[in-house]
């Protein structure tokens, strides 16, 4: 079976959408492209209306016998997909789903037995490393593209090919023992499950062995790895560090309830040269009020000295942050407490949302306030956090920074990522994979530029 993948929303759906491909293609089935492929799997998001929205046009246009609706939309919502024509809806990709899509086509042109493609990887494995072999052999030959994809230029990257990158992704647990009132996706993934520690280091090791030199480790709240059982984030981060190899690891997001904790663990393991010095920690609101609204457990306040504790252990840490406007009984006030924590913190990175009601959730049941006012509010943060963006990436001009070269640009270009985890944009020809210094020789709020100075 010729397959392709389809993937939107968060990081953890991309690591499930590779681990389905890797499933897939040990059991023989070839990822294609989207005109060649027998099965079309769209790995769907729920987490917004508006993304509901632009999955189920992509939806009606893949619409067919080819067509499997995977993810947290056909878990949470299936009777939003109801209209459409398909040959299978599954709920999270993971092995067990990959093994359900097999079965779904079990007559398909192309076949597969798993033996054949069992001794296609041998071979590849025991042939002498070429030039393409880091690229081809980094567990991204897998027919794997994001949704944000779609409608690019037909000379940009697509999904047609494999992704020119080193990065790979490790989901660590699934589901949350999170009550946010606004959420759907507790619904579509259920509560918390963290993956054993001997399996999440063979996933490192199978990854690593295949070339990958980034390691995004990826859960709806990475922090509460091990809750369900007696294992921690921190600890799991040291056993990884201890793996044999040239490469760094980014933690995934994370919620200030279940970092606290573990606080201090946290900061000595990203000590380790091998720990990008950069965490993704939800603030949501400033206001105490909406976040007891919110079902959010914890304050403005635990916020803000997380943040300072960080910054204090680690002066170089690289902070990203989401803000959710116009959430119902957010006043005028409220939001002002939002831009001052803003302020306060200084974070490199804000992803805004719009309160976006969710069927079934208790925030549905609230007021939901004019869209203009959730648009004026997510103007009036956008600029701010852009302003303190660029001022943050302003100080890095003239600096001679060490960076990981992850990914192929464009126009020659590639990308790399600092120890921080800043996005640099690197002249000069590095090769992929490859650590650096690059003299940093200008920015902008969303990344920096500059040429290569090979180590």
Same mark, same amino acid.
């Given at each position: 079976?010729?397959?392709?993948?389809?993937t939107?929303?968060?990081?953890?759906?991309?690591?499930?959408?590779?681990?389905?491909?890797?499933?897939l293609?040990?059991?023989?089935?070839?990822?294609?492209?989207?005109?060649?492929?027998?099965?079309?799997?769209?790995?769907?998001?729920?987490?917004?209306?508006?993304? &509901?929205?632009?999955?189920? @046009?992509?939806?009606?246009? *893949?619409? #067919?016998?080819?067509?499997?609706?995977? !993810? %947290?939309?056909?878990?949470?919502?299936?009777?939003?997909?109801?209209?459409?024509?398909?040959?299978?809806?599954?709920?999270?990709?993971?092995?067990?789903?990959?093994?359900?899509?097999?079965?779904?086509?079990?007559?398909?042109?192309?076949?597969?037995?798993?033996?054949?493609?069992n001794?296609?990887?041998?071979?590849?494995?025991?042939?002498?490393?070429?030039?393409?072999?880091?690229?081809?052999?980094?567990?991204?030959?897998?027919?794997v593209?994001?949704?944000?994809?779609?409608?690019?230029?037909?000379? &940009?990257?697509?999904?047609? @090919?494999?992704?020119?990158? *080193?990065? #790979?992704?490790?989901?660590?647990?699934? !589901? %949350?023992?999170?009550g946010?009132?606004?959420?759907?996706?507790?619904?579509?993934?259920?509560?918390?499950?963290?993956?054993?520690?001997?399996?999440?280091?063979?996933?490192?090791?199978?990854?690593?062995?295949?070339?990958?030199?980034?390691?995004?480790?990826a859960?709806?709240?990475?922090a509460?790895?091990?809750?369900?059982?007696?294992?921690?984030?921190?600890?799991?981060?040291?056993?990884?560090?201890?793996?044999?190899?040239?490469?760094?690891?980014?933690?995934?997001?994370?919620?200030?309830?279940?970092?606290?904790p573990?606080?201090?663990?946290?900061?000595?393991?990203?000590?380790?040269?091998?720990?990008?010095?950069?965490?993704?920690?939800?603030l949501?609101s400033?206001?105490?009020?909406?976040?007891?609204?919110?079902?959010?457990?914890?304050?403005?306040?635990?916020?803000?000295?997380?943040?300072?504790?960080?910054?204090?252990?680690l002066?170089?840490?690289?902070?990203?942050?989401?803000?959710?406007?116009?959430?119902?009984?957010?006043?005028?006030?409220d939001?002002?407490?939002t831009?001052?924590?803003?302020?306060?913190?200084q974070?490199?990175?804000?992803?805004?949302?719009?309160?976006?009601?969710?069927?079934?959730?208790?925030?549905?049941?609230?007021?939901?306030?004019p869209?203009?006012?959730?648009?004026?509010?997510?103007r009036?943060?956008?600029?701010?956090?852009?302003?303190?963006?660029?001022?943050?990436?302003?100080?890095?001009?003239?600096?001679?920074?060490r960076?990981?070269?992850?990914?192929?640009?464009?126009?020659?270009?590639?990308?790399?990522?600092?120890?921080?985890?800043?996005?640099?944009?690197?002249?000069?020809?590095?090769?992929?994979?490859?650590?650096?210094?690059v003299?940093?020789?200008?920015s902008?709020?969303?990344?920096l530029?500059?040429?290569?100075?090979?180590?």
């Amino acid at each position: 079976m010729k397959f392709y993948i389809e993937t939107f929303g968060c990081t953890s759906n991309f690591g499930n959408s590779q681990e389905a491909a890797r499933a897939l293609q040990e059991m023989g089935h070839v990822p294609a492209s989207l005109e060649e492929a027998e099965a079309v799997i769209v790995n769907t998001c729920a987490v917004t209306e508006k993304t &509901e929205r632009k999955i189920l @046009h992509r939806l009606r246009l *893949l619409q #067919g016998d080819r067509l499997v609706v995977a !993810g %947290c939309l056909s878990a949470a919502l299936p009777g939003s997909i109801g209209e459409i024509s398909y040959r299978g809806m599954v709920g999270p990709l993971n092995r067990d789903a990959a093994a359900k899509i097999a079965g779904l086509f079990p007559f398909s042109e192309s076949g597969g037995t798993g033996n054949d493609a069992n001794k296609s990887i041998s071979q590849k494995s025991a042939n002498s490393p070429d030039d393409n072999d880091a690229e081809k052999d980094a567990g991204k030959d897998t027919g794997v593209v994001t949704g944000e994809d779609i409608g690019k230029d037909p000379g &940009e990257d697509t999904g047609k @090919h494999p992704r020119n990158d *080193l990065c #790979g992704i490790i989901n660590i647990a699934e !589901g %949350c023992n999170g009550g946010c009132s606004y959420c759907i996706v507790r619904r579509a993934r259920g509560r918390l499950k963290s993956k054993s520690l001997q399996c999440i280091i063979d996933e490192a090791r199978t990854l690593l062995d295949s070339g990958a030199k980034e390691i995004q480790l990826a859960a709806q709240d990475t922090a509460s790895y091990g809750n369900d059982c007696e294992l921690s984030l921190p600890a799991l981060v040291r056993e990884l560090c201890a793996l044999p190899g040239d490469f760094m690891l980014r933690l995934g997001m994370m919620n200030p309830d279940t970092l606290q904790p573990v606080l201090a663990e946290t900061i000595e393991a990203m000590h380790s040269p091998k720990v990008y010095r950069f965490l993704h920690i939800p603030l949501q609101s400033g206001s105490n009020k909406i976040l007891k609204s919110m079902g959010r457990r914890y304050s403005a306040q635990d916020f803000a000295e997380i943040a300072g504790e960080l910054r204090s252990a680690l002066p170089d840490i690289s902070l990203n942050t989401d803000a959710i406007v116009g959430f119902p009984g957010e006043e005028d006030a409220d939001f002002l407490q939002t831009m001052d924590l803003v302020r306060q913190v200084q974070p490199d990175k804000v992803n805004i949302t719009k309160f976006s009601s969710r069927p079934g959730t208790p925030a549905a049941r609230l007021y939901d306030m004019p869209d203009r006012i959730k648009k004026d509010r997510s103007r009036v943060l956008t600029r701010l956090w852009l302003q303190i963006a660029a001022k943050n990436n302003e100080c890095m001009v003239g600096r001679t920074l060490r960076a990981l070269v992850v990914e192929c640009g464009r126009s020659g270009t590639m990308k790399a990522r600092s120890e921080s985890y800043l996005g640099i944009v690197v002249h000069g020809n590095p090769a992929l994979g490859s650590v650096i210094r690059v003299r940093i020789a200008a920015s902008n709020p969303y990344y920096l530029t500059g040429w290569a100075d090979h180590l």
